[in-house]
């Protein structure tokens, strides 16, 4: 509603003074215009260090406004002024001038009068104050009286306005006026600096002080109509607005009503706040004006509310702030508990310790070489004193450069980057840099970055926020352990407002030797003279790899301890591109909290073979025993954001220290500083290091294994974990003993130990198949006999020796296997230990990936994929082998109508087919498990069958004919010999 309010600059016509074309006048009116040799500017203050005043203020007629306003301090050399008049096409703004008054009187007249186009007269002055008078007439008749009073403060930043408005006129009059408040600012020392509007507003909920802006080059205000004016609050409101104002680099003006918080004065002012773009010249250029209209609290109406009875008056005080963002300047000033309750100290913006953008680069700590004996190596930036890569010493990021790994370790750090153009990449990166390389605007996530920092000071009432991810932090001296056991790297960003400073922040890095994890240390320490409570935002891991060639098996994973059993399960947010599309970028999503009924325990991002976890350690003087600390008030947050326009994945973050909004982390003055480490860990996902409770046994405690996440495999819901994690056991087994080093040979090795434990139920589902093959057609005829009649086809069926649920339960082995079939499958999907690994020297050389004979020079229809993968069509041929040599695959022997027939024969058909499809992009370590697994059971169904033909063949040889009465059995007679008839019977 209140964006549409639009005053039109009057044009004064019939002379100086006459008002006969305003807008709504009924009547002669006129108003105080004095004569033009008569104007003047009335300067207040002095640039003398001796008088005092730390502004000095030229004021004039017009609209009794300010034309301009000085600072005094001499350390600005001259460039000190910060007001200009915006005068363009015969339109004048003053900053502070008195622009419209708007008076109705029942159905007599309802007028707008343009009070700053005239020239007010001079009641009285002095070096540290002016009176203006202007006087408004109907016919002669005396209506209204405005005073308006300018006073400087000495040793302040503040000039006191008052303005009286008396009614002289014999009935009631309903008035609201238009108070300017600063109007185009001038850049001091930083023309850098953008300028903006700003204003302040008391928050019922928090009880705080609230203060938004918004920029000359935010779009709204640049595409909103000039003049157009844009309400930001009113006086009587839950919330009400308190003040308005401009800001322009170091300095800002307010204008607010010159009363305390409680006060009741704004509230019956009725007071509308705002700010509007005005006009500078004819190029677009544009800045911002500010007022306060009196007695509107609804510009669409434009109603003045304000009653004012015959001979009485109202007087609005108002405090015109002008001077340094720096709040520490003016906290001594007569004015400083003003200022304080109303919240002007919480404008001075923080601003963190940058180093020059040239002296900014990449500090390592640990190694990459596998004979140093670190585990990763930390590659740390200035910026937000984050990590820019963590490059683990144990993996490479591709086949090509495991094998020249393995040939050479020492030459190899050096040959790898000789070789970028042949394919080569060097050790994995486990964590990146974050951010769309198509996106223009180039948002960019670091890992373990220190962001946004809150900052309160309840004894100044006093709020401010600074991201510090975008400082260039200072870096200290490294250190490093004599004995080559650790090395640590430090930085340092000190927040000042102003010369002030307020805190410092240090973060340090440590890598140990023989360690999967570093530490990362934060410390906050109070340097400002007044208690302080904050809360801050840590970034976590990000740019983790996809490893996956078929989908995107990256998610954010956190640990959390259950309420009952206290044990650690754990979260999951994973990557569905589809879902994540749909919401929008930089949505940050809360996983848990440190201290909720059921807290977050650990924090980190994965993907299918390696993991970043942090877990925030309890503070020194915490009971060991304890895994969650009390204290951080932590709560974990993910961020969708966009690798490229067909990838999303999720960044992460921690915001520490914070309930409900509001900083509980404690800085005393001269107290102990805060301080929180991390136990970050960087590493693969590998059983006999997440579950060591002998050599890791924080990893075992906080339940890392959980970070495996069996529920991305194949009939997930059918996954016992346990039976997975034996199955990886049992194949890291076989590897290391018998497979001689080679996980293609564990693999098939496997899939034999597994058969032969199934054997038994194999085996007997096998003959439970052939006993209800042979016995079909005696099964088909009991079926026609007795299709109405189920419980005597039931007694039938039991004489042959056939249970009604034969057919179930021959299938019942089947289903029992199934939980072992694919945890067999998930533990080879899963299992690090094959990343890179070869099975042969030239062919499935990563069993981890695709075989990849070679790259086709074309994409396959209707998919991304352009590699010719021989795995899966062998193994194509071999279920098609399968189905030949083993028809009860298709459907259990023979058919016995045409329908089974035709679905034994699509069956044939279909599934080598299918199976070529689900896994010509699959592991071809998995594609070698099925497909072992596919020869495997081929030989154990010729055992099988071998078995049963041989049992068949004895059980024959041991049956007793008796001879009865009449001829002998058919079988046992002598054949009689084939041919022509004249032969029968010789």
């Known amino acids: 509603l209140w964006s549409i309010l639009i005053f039109s600059v009057i044009v004064l016509a019939g002379g100086e003074g006459n008002l006969a074309s305003a807008k ?207 309400n930001v609050g009113i006086s009587d409101a839950q919330s009400p607005a308190l003040w308005i104002g401009q800001e322009y680099g170091n300095f800002h003006s307010i204008l607010s009503f010159d009363a305390s918080l409680n006060s009741s004065v704004p509230k019956k002012a009725k007071a509308l706040f705002y700010h509007m773009p005005l006009a500078t010249d004819d190029k677009g250029g544009r800045t911002h004006g500010t007022g306060i209209w009196l007695g509107v609290t609804k510009s669409k109406e434009r109603k003045p509310v304000l009653t004012l009875e015959p001979g009485t008056s109202k007087r609005f005080s108002f405090n015109a702030f002008a001077g340094p963002r720096d709040f520490v300047k003016v906290r001594n000033s007569d004015h400083a508990d003003f200022y304080k309750e109303n919240g002007y100290f919480s404008l001075g913006k923080l601003t963190g310790s940058s180093i020059p953008a040239s002296e900014s680069s990449k500090h390592y700590i640990g190694s990459v070489s596998t004979k140093s004996g670190f585990k990763g190596q930390l590659e740390a930036v200035n910026r937000g004193g984050s990590l820019y890569t963590v490059k683990l010493s144990e993996f490479q990021s591709t086949v090509k450069d495991k094998n020249l790994a393995d040939e050479d370790p020492d030459a190899y750090q050096q040959e790898w980057r000789k070789r970028k153009d042949e394919g080569f990449k060097g050790p994995y990166s486990l964590l990146n840099p974050l951010h769309n390389e198509d996106d223009s605007a180039n948002v960019e996530y670091l890992s373990m970055s220190t962001g946004k920092i809150f900052i309160r000071c309840e004894g100044e009432n006093w709020v401010k926020k600074h991201d510090m991810s975008k400082d260039l932090w200072k870096k200290l001296d490294s250190e490093k352990d004599p004995e080559g056991k650790w090395e640590i790297i430090r930085f340092e960003n000190v927040l000042k407002c102003g010369s002030h400073d307020i805190v410092k922040v240090t973060k340090t890095f440590k890598i140990e030797k023989d360690s999967y994890s570093f530490d990362m240390t934060i410390k906050i320490e109070n340097l400002y003279d ?179 996440d069996t529920d991305r495999s194949c009939c997930s819901f059918m996954v016992i974990d346990s039976l997975a994690f034996g199955m990886m056991w049992l194949m890291t087994f076989l590897y290391t003993y018998p497979a001689f080093g080679n996980y293609g040979v564990a693999i098939i090795m496997l899939v034999m130990v597994v058969r032969l434990v199934l054997h038994p139920l194999s085996k007997k589902s096998q003959m439970s198949m052939h006993k209800m093959k042979k016995l079909g057609p005696a099964m088909n005829k009991l079926k026609e006999k007795y299709a109405d009649d189920k419980a005597t086809l039931n007694k039938e069926m039991m004489k042959l020796g056939l249970n009604p649920l034969g057919p179930m339960l021959g299938c019942l082995p089947m289903f029992l296997q199934l939980p072992i079939w694919i945890a067999l499958w998930t533990s080879i999907q899963m299992s690090v230990e094959l990343r890179h690994a070869a099975f042969l020297p030239v062919w499935l050389t990563d069993l981890a990936g695709p075989d990849a004979l070679f790259t086709l020079p074309f994409t396959i229809p209707f998919t991304s994929i352009n590699l010719f993968n021989l795995l899966p069509i062998l193994l194509c041929f071999a279920m098609a082998l399968q189905f030949k040599l083993n028809p009860q695959m298709s459907g259990g022997g023979a058919a016995t109508t045409p329908q089974a027939a035709q679905q034994q024969k699509m069956m044939k058909l279909l599934m080598p087919v299918m199976m070529l499809i689900f896994f010509y992009n699959a592991p071809s370590g998995l594609t070698l498990y099925i497909m072992a697994s596919t020869f495997a059971g081929l030989l154990e169904s010729r055992i099988i069958r071998s078995h049963i033909d041989k049992k068949e063949a004895q059980q024959a040889a041991a049956e007793v004919v008796v001879q009865g009465p009449g001829k002998t059995a058919r079988d046992s007679r002598a054949k009689k010999p084939k041919g022509p008839f004249w032969m029968k019977g010789k």
């Open 24 to 230: 709504g006048a009924k009547g002669d009116w006129n108003g105080t215009d004095i004569d033009k040799n008569l104007r003047s500017t009335v300067t207040l203050g002095s640039t003398d260090p001796e008088n005092g005043t730390l502004i000095v203020v030229d004021i004039q007629n017009k609209g009794a406004g300010v034309s301009s306003l000085k600072l005094t301090d001499p350390s600005l050399a001259g460039n000190n002024e910060l007001f200009r008049t915006i005068d363009h096409r015969k339109k004048q703004f003053l900053p502070f001038a008195t622009r419209t008054l708007l008076i109705r009187c029942d159905d007599k007249f309802d007028v707008t009068i343009p009070l700053s186009d005239f020239h007010w007269e001079i009641a009285d002055s002095n070096s540290e104050s002016v009176s203006y008078v202007f006087t408004l007439t109907r016919n002669n008749e005396r209506i209204i009286k405005l005073t308006k009073t300018y006073k400087l403060a000495v040793n302040d930043y503040s000039l006191l306005i008052d303005l009286k408005i008396e009614n002289l006129y014999s009935e009631d009059l309903m008035i609201a006026i238009d108070q300017a408040g600063p109007t185009g600012m001038l850049p001091i020392a930083d023309v850098t600096a953008v300028p903006e509007a700003i204003w302040g507003k008391f928050d019922s909920a928090s009880k705080s002080i609230e203060v938004k802006s918004e920029p000359d080059t935010n779009k709204l205000f640049v595409n909103r109509a000039t003049n157009k004016i844009m």
């Open 530 to 708: 007044a208690d302080l409570l904050v809360y801050f935002e840590q970034a976590g891991p990000n740019g983790v790899p996809r490893e996956d060639y078929r989908s995107d098996l990256r998610q954010v994973v956190a640990g959390q301890q259950l309420k009952d059993d206290k044990k650690i399960d754990a979260i999951r947010k994973k990557i569905v591109f589809k879902k994540m599309k749909e919401t929008p970028l930089g949505r940050i999503e809360s996983v848990g909290r440190s201290d909720d009924a059921e807290p977050v325990v650990w924090f980190g991002s994965s993907n299918k073979f390696f993991a970043c976890l942090m877990y925030p350690k309890p503070q020194k003087n915490e009971d060991e025993s304890t895994l969650i600390s009390s204290k951080y008030q932590a709560e974990y947050f993910i961020i969708p954001a966009e690798e490229n326009y067909e990838s999303r994945v999720y960044a992460t973050m921690i915001r520490i220290g914070e309930t409900d909004d509001k900083p509980q982390i404690k800085l005393p003055k001269g107290g102990e500083p805060f301080e929180l480490t991390f136990d970050v860990f960087t590493g693969a996902k590998k059983r006999d290091i997440i579950k060591n409770d002998t050599d890791y046994p924080l990893y075992a405690r906080l339940n890392y294994i959980k970070s495996i």
